[in-house]
């Protein structure tokens, strides 16, 4: 298949590196309409903003043949992937087009069968550039090329007003979330487009149907501000992850030491059955503390920020201490 010389690793590098110029200059502009016109908003809850951070988005270059269409030699697509940043450029093969007529169209072939190579959803696209660039007129907007300060001249306000319309979009689709059914987080959890950690992976690598019931359960709540009962589940999902770490190195747990105190005991201070290190059993007593608060609260004591951290604990110890499913 013709690739046009946009496979080569020299050409992919430079794509990438050029994708990432166009990605800060999007941003550039999307940060300044925030500060400017949504800062309140803004700093009363952030989760709507979903392009304001780098580490909280992803680049994905696809590397279309010449047998694709007749539109496009290459799609950039700047993604929402909270907490996993990535950038890939991936060269479509001839196996990946197997059965290419049989979609609607183009863009559902990519949706539904190369997305899910990488984990993504098509909810997860907050910025789509399209490049033919063997019909390029214009040789210093080719992504092969690119020249920034040319680009943000030329398309200065196409740009913004892509990113006004992201802005407005998510606010928009954030405020409809927000007035859904909370039985829908409840057994949906995974597909919140606002979620701090992506959870799909966390609940693949726990493997356990009760931890599934239960983070969907905690982020059910958190969905409706109900942090209180959110960090208290989510302490119970902090049990079943240590639980399950104990099991899977083989340390014998009585029932009496399911509790979340003792389990980390038994994953740090004891020397015959410490798995952990320091800084995770720091984390953990944290944790654990804020899920003591949490079971035993006054009003105000629990905030929204005390689950971010118990969350991230989660999916922090989940990631490093337990096997991936091969």
Same mark, same amino acid.
Do not use: W
């Given at each position: 298949?013709?690739?046009?010389?946009?496979?080569?690793?020299?050409? $992919?590098?430079?794509?990438? /590196?050029?994708?990432? $110029?166009? !990605?800060?200059?999007?941003? /550039?502009?999307?940060?300044?309409?925030?500060?400017?016109?949504?800062?309140?908003s803004f700093d009363a809850?952030?989760?709507?903003?979903?392009?304001?951070?780098?580490?909280?988005?992803?680049?994905?270059?696809?590397?279309?043949?010449?047998?694709?269409? &007749?539109?496009?030699?290459?799609?950039?697509?700047?993604?929402?992937?909270?907490?996993?940043?990535?950038?890939? &450029?991936?060269?479509?093969? !001839?196996?990946?087009?197997?059965?290419l007529d049989?979609?609607?169209?183009?863009?559902?072939?990519?949706?539904? $069968?190369?997305?899910?190579?990488?984990?993504?959803?098509?909810?997860q696209v907050l910025f789509q550039i399209e490049q033919r660039i063997k019909e390029d007129i214009y040789k210093k907007l080719s992504i092969v090329s690119y020249d920034i300060e040319y680009i943000a001249s030329i398309y200065e306000t196409s740009i913004r007003t892509e990113t006004i319309y992201r802005i407005r979009e998510d606010i928009q689709q954030y405020k409809e979330?927000?007035?859904?059914?909370?039985?829908?987080?409840?057994?949906?959890?995974?597909?919140?487009?606002?979620?701090?950690?992506?959870?799909?992976?966390?609940?693949?690598?726990?493997?356990?149907?009760d931890f599934t019931y239960q983070l969907e359960q905690a982020m059910a709540a958190y969905r409706q501000n109900l942090f209180l009962p959110s960090a208290a589940t989510l302490g119970v999902c902090l049990e079943t992850v240590c639980s399950k770490i104990c099991e899977e190195h083989s340390i014998n747990v009585k029932n009496s030491d399911t509790q979340l105190g003792k389990l980390i005991k038994l994953l740090y201070e004891d020397p015959n059955t410490r798995i952990i290190t320091r800084r995770d059993n720091g984390r953990l007593e944290v944790a654990y503390k804020?899920?003591?608060?949490?079971?035993?609260?006054?009003?105000?004591?629990?905030?929204?920020?005390?689950?971010?951290?118990?969350?991230?604990?989660?999916?922090?110890?989940?990631?490093?201490?337990l096997k991936r499913i091969q």
């Open positions: 298949m013709n690739y046009n010389g946009l496979d080569e690793t020299e050409t $992919k590098n430079i794509i990438l /590196k050029n994708s990432k $110029k166009l !990605e800060d200059l999007y941003r /550039k502009y999307y940060i300044d309409r925030v500060q400017t016109l949504n800062q309140d809850n952030p989760a709507p903003y979903r392009f304001y951070y780098e580490s909280n988005c992803s680049i994905l270059v696809l590397i279309f043949p010449e047998e694709f269409n &007749a539109r496009q030699d290459l799609d950039v697509y700047f993604l929402s992937t909270p907490g996993q940043r990535q950038v890939n &450029a991936y060269v479509v093969k !001839e196996e990946d087009l197997q059965n049989s979609y609607r169209d183009e863009r559902f072939f990519i949706y539904e $069968k190369i997305f899910p190579q990488f984990g993504y959803k098509s909810s979330i927000d007035q859904t059914p909370v039985s829908y987080f409840a057994q949906n959890a995974t597909q919140f487009p606002f979620s701090i950690i992506d959870l799909n992976p966390l609940m693949e690598i726990v493997d356990d149907l804020m899920r003591n608060l949490a079971s035993h609260s006054s009003p105000g004591a629990v905030l929204k920020g005390d689950c971010h951290f118990m969350l991230e604990v989660i999916a922090d110890i989940a990631y490093k201490y």
